[in-house]
């Protein structure tokens, strides 16, 4: 059974800090891997996705693959109280379904 | 381009009754995955439809169902509903399936009570 693997939280970081989400996963073929942002009774929206090992920055947002060590990161920075949310890691490969994470509970403290 | 649609919204049910979700991609999209969100479990795959046929089905009960018309639009089915069956149901749209480079964008979902 393919699973993906994130701690729950809540992951509580002072408002102007840095907050670092982790994921790992245990399909090793896996390809794609993309973290959406929930906020508490919405759906999720997505936030980036990235394919490649290495960083990938989009904004206040970085995502770290190291297809290796079979993990990807979040990283947050200038973390803002409208970041409080949680992050979940989804992951796939060709012609497969994704498989999400638990989510990790983000609280971002003015 | 407007977003993924959901309908209804919220529903509430009794046991032993049947519903019908029903979801409209993002135009051009061909691709529908259906989910099962609760707190306990997280986010749980139903399945995917891709051109009106079922390409993936996770792990749950014959009793849920669904498919895809010619339009793309998906519908799921929950048959003979039980209490265990209150979630949030939420419907994910993508360009094409398999891709992997593809991306799910996600519709507002339909609260489902079972009362």
């Known amino acids: 059974q393919k699973e993906v693997e994130q701690n729950s939280g809540p992951l509580s970081v002072p408002e102007g800090a840095i907050a670092s989400l982790n994921c790992t996963y245990s399909d090793r073929g896996s390809q794609s891997f993309f973290w959406y942002r929930q906020y508490s009774g919405k759906s999720p929206e997505l936030i980036m996705f990235i394919y490649s090992n290495g960083d990938k920055e989009d904004g206040r947002f970085t995502a770290q693959l190291n297809k290796a060590s079979q993990y990807v990161s979040l990283l947050i920075r200038d973390s803002q109280p409208s970041d409080s949310a949680t992050y979940l890691c989804?992951?796939?490969?060709?012609?497969?379904?994704?498989?999400f994470g638990p989510g990790t509970r983000l609280s971002v403290l003015p | 381009k407007a977003g993924v649609t959901q309908t209804p919204r919220y529903l509430i049910k009794t046991r032993g009754q049947q519903v019908t979700l029903s979801c409209s991609p993002i135009?051009?999209?061909?691709?529908v995955s259906w989910y099962q969100q609760t707190p306990g479990q997280g986010l749980q795959f139903l399945f995917e439809?891709?051109?009106?046929?079922?390409?993936n089905k996770g792990n749950f009960p014959g009793r849920f169902s669904g498919r895809q018309f010619s339009n793309s639009r998906s519908e799921m089915n929950v048959s003979t509903l039980e209490l265990g069956d209150s979630a949030l149901y939420l419907c994910a749209s993508s360009l094409m399936a398999g891709s992997s480079t593809d991306t799910q964008y996600f519709g507002p979902g339909t609260r489902l009570t079972v009362l």
């Open positions: 135009s051009g999209h061909r691709s």
């Open positions: 989804a992951v796939t490969n060709y012609g497969q379904n994704f498989v």
């Open positions: 439809y891709f051109s009106e046929t079922q390409r």
